[in-house]
């Protein structure tokens, strides 16, 4: 079983038997923040873009784990010079110790001249169900775009999708993508945190149902297991 906690924001730890991987570590200067950076544990820290709630605290967290940074490698060269950090760009993919991982394109800019934006589809072996493979998308920040049709041929067993509005996709665009995409489970992220993205994702989550997609609202701290 890989477990998949929310801290927040776009903040999820992924545990996959010794393997901790850690999306968009935005945790000082978030409110709703389920852990402080101090306390958290990452092998593999992924940076969707340069905005800083989405860098967050990536920069102590690397230097106290030793984690390796995954993000565009225009990225990574720029803010995370004397880090460990994977070189990838958009449309790569990287095979690693726990399985892979594919940076998918996002629309969205990405705060670092040169650079783009991305989301990632993590392919994560599952030891404790016979290293059958997990797939998991991460969206990052995002508008719709058609190109999501692709990632049903993913058959992806988890997606993580912005559904704040005003700086990517709102509940409507985003119930759109969870349709297309048609991942096993859907869960909504990029809400609450801010005034201007304070979004109730019970409206999501209510076009996704009558859509017949799964979906979970989790709350920081909360969890899932894929
Ligand atoms: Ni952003
Ligand atoms: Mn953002």
Redesign the pocket.
């Known amino acids: 079983m890989i477990d998949v906690k929310y801290l927040g924001h776009s903040c999820f730890q992924i545990t996959a038997g010794a393997v901790r991987i850690l999306t968009d570590p935005f945790l000082t200067g978030n409110p709703y923040a389920a852990v402080t950076a101090d306390k958290v544990d990452a092998n593999y820290i992924l940076v ?4 800083s ?2 860098v967050g605290d990536t920069e102590s967290i690397a230097k106290r784990t030793g984690a390796t940074i995954i993000g565009s490698i225009d990225l990574t060269g720029a803010l995370f010079k004397n880090l460990n950090t994977l070189p990838c760009n958009i449309g790569g993919r990287v095979s690693l110790p726990f399985g892979a991982i594919k940076l998918t394109p996002a629309i ?4 670092v001249p040169g650079a783009l ?1 991305s989301g990632f589809i993590l392919s994560i072996r599952d030891e404790e169900s016979a290293g059958i493979v997990k797939k998991i998308y991460f969206a ?2 995002t508008a719709l775009t058609k190109d999501m049709e692709l990632l049903a041929e993913e058959h992806l067993d988890l997606a993580m999708l912005p559904i704040g509005d005003v ?2 996709m709102g509940a409507a665009d985003a119930a759109r993508a969870a349709k297309m995409i048609g991942a096993a489970m859907t869960i909504p992220m ?1 809400y609450h945190t801010f005034p201007f993205i304070d979004q109730d994702p019970k409206l999501f989550c209510n076009l996704c149902q009558r859509n017949s997609i799964p979906v979970t609202a989790l709350d920081p701290g909360d969890s899932i297991t894929v």
């Open positions: 969707s873009h340069g905005h709630d989405h969205h800019g990405s705060g934006a990052g920040d700086f990517t990029h």
